[in-house]
């Protein structure tokens, strides 16, 4: 396995960040690239359950299937997509710190034979093309929330 980690704090509480990345719906306000966002699967969202995603890179649209890995409220969400034989999970941890939360952004990358020789690359470019999503996420949820109060 290969991967990254970022941190970030942000000024809400757990329970209001994981209920925004327990949505998938609200991705498209702070996940680069991402046009749409649903889920896919009946029932209320639970581990298993498959969000639909069509992004949009250099102009090409593309969409894929990611699948919920984790769900518990409001400390853990992972979500995992496989593409080409190689499986990308991102596991997102929140902890209470202060007013706010810190949260944990780890993506693991796993594949098995020649495969494998591909993860620094697929990483880099992971990171790359995602490496500013926990400052996008924290961005989006303090402004919702100083939008509320404005109201």
């Given at each position: 396995?290969?991967?990254?980690?970022?941190?970030?704090?942000?000024?809400?509480?757990?329970?209001?960040?994981?209920?925004?990345?327990?949505?998938?719906?609200?991705?498209?306000?702070?996940v680069?690239?991402?046009?749409?966002?649903?889920?896919?699967?009946?029932?209320?969202?639970?581990?298993?359950?498959?969000?639909?995603?069509?992004?949009?890179?250099?102009?090409?649209?593309?969409t894929?299937?990611?699948?919920?890995?984790?769900?518990?409220?409001?400390?853990?969400?992972?979500?995992?997509?496989?593409?080409?034989?190689?499986?990308?999970?991102?596991?997102?941890?929140?902890?209470?710190?202060?007013?706010g939360?810190?949260?944990?952004?780890?993506?693991e990358?796993?594949?098995?034979?020649?495969?494998?020789?591909?993860?620094?690359?697929?990483?880099?470019?992971?990171?790359?093309?995602?490496?500013?999503?926990?400052?996008?996420?924290?961005?989006?949820?303090?402004?919702?929330?100083?939008?509320?109060?404005?109201?």
């Amino acid at each position: 396995m290969i991967g990254f980690q970022f941190t970030e704090h942000i000024d809400r509480p757990p329970l209001d960040v994981f209920a925004v990345l327990a949505d998938p719906t609200r991705s498209v306000d702070y996940v680069d690239g991402v046009v749409r966002s649903a889920k896919v699967t009946d029932g209320p969202l639970a581990e298993g359950s498959v969000i639909e995603e069509t992004r949009r890179v250099k102009g090409k649209e593309s969409t894929g299937r990611l699948r919920i890995v984790a769900l518990d409220s409001p400390s853990t969400f992972a979500i995992a997509s496989e593409a080409e034989g190689i499986t990308v999970t991102y596991r997102y941890r929140l902890h209470p710190e202060g007013a706010g939360t810190r949260i944990e952004w780890t993506c693991e990358l796993e594949a098995g034979g020649l495969r494998r020789m591909m993860l620094p690359l697929v990483a880099a470019i992971s990171k790359k093309e995602d490496g500013d999503h926990l400052v996008r996420l924290k961005t989006y949820i303090e402004s919702q929330h100083e939008a509320e109060i404005a109201s």
